[in-house]
T-cell receptor, first 114, second 115 residues
Framework: AQSVTQPDIHITVSEGASLELRCNYS??????LFWYVQSPGQGLQLLLK??????LVQGIKGFEAEFKRSQSSFNLRKPSVHWSDAAEYFC????????????FGKGTHLIIQP | SAVISQKPSRDICQRGTSLTIQCQVD?????MFWYRQQPGQSLTLIAT?????????ESGFVIDKFPISRPNLTFSTLTVSNLSPEDSSIYLC????????????FGPGTRLTVT
């Protein structure tokens, strides 16, 4: 069975600073990887996804993520954070079957300091 | 993408009663999913609902407690039965678009509080 680990429960970053959120996955085959963001009182919004091909993927809101098979990682990055980026971030893995649900990590709570 | 709505957005229910949550999508989709997000926790898949067949439940979730209907390609309901305080959670539906494996779009969620 697949699993996802987000080792950082909370991260605090100053506005304008760079951001990296860590995600490690466990899955025997090629994973389908996702990052979602959940703002307070909101549903989940898809930031970006990786299926195959270029290991650096671009998403919405200026986010990017890099897939590293050798490290089983899919870290999320942003060069300069804005106060509106404060939210809960979830990494998720799928099996690619289309009929299965996603397995989510426990999430990382991002706090932005002024 | 898809636009997904859920009703109700929140509810407070008494122990022993049931709540039915509706999920409506603005386009026809094959796969719909129901997740639970307990307070301060991540999302856990409850079941997968494919139109025209019985829902498939994950380990730890049973049909008697979480009956699901999927009458057509744009609509599904999840009922949480015999409520207890442990059922207090956010319940989210999601859809997977045809031809895009595993890429799921989520509704805004239903916040359930059981007293």
């Amino acid at each position: 069975a697949q699993s996802v680990t987000q080792p950082d429960i909370h991260i605090t970053v100053s506005e304008g600073a760079s951001l990296e959120l860590r995600c490690n996955y466990s899955y025997g085959a090629t994973p389908y990887l996702f990052w979602y963001v959940q703002s307070p009182g909101q549903g989940l919004q898809l930031l970006l996804k990786y299926f195959s091909g270029d290991t650096l993927v671009q998403g919405i809101k200026g986010f990017e993520a890099e897939f590293k098979r050798s490290q089983s990682s899919f870290n999320l990055r942003k060069p300069s954070v804005h106060w509106s980026d404060a939210a809960e971030y979830f990494c998720a893995v799928g099996t690619g079957g289309g009929a299965d649900g996603l397995t989510f990590g426990k999430g990382t709570h991002l706090i932005i300091q002024p | 993408s898809a636009v997904i709505s859920q009703k109700p957005s929140r509810d407070i229910c008494q122990r022993g009663t049931s709540l039915t949550i509706q999920c409506q999508v603005d386009s026809q989709v094959t796969m719909m999913f129901w997740y639970r997000q307990q307070p301060g926790q991540s999302l856990t898949l409850i079941a997968t609902a494919n139109q025209g067949s019985e829902a498939t439940y994950e380990s730890g979730f049973v049909i008697d407690k979480f009956p699901i209907s999927r009458p057509n390609l744009t609509f599904s309901t999840l009922t949480v039965s015999n409520l207890s305080p442990e059922d207090s959670s956010i319940y989210l539906c999601s859809v997977s678009l045809t031809g895009i494996p595993d890429e799921q779009y989520f509704g805004p969620g239903t916040r359930l509080t059981v007293t």
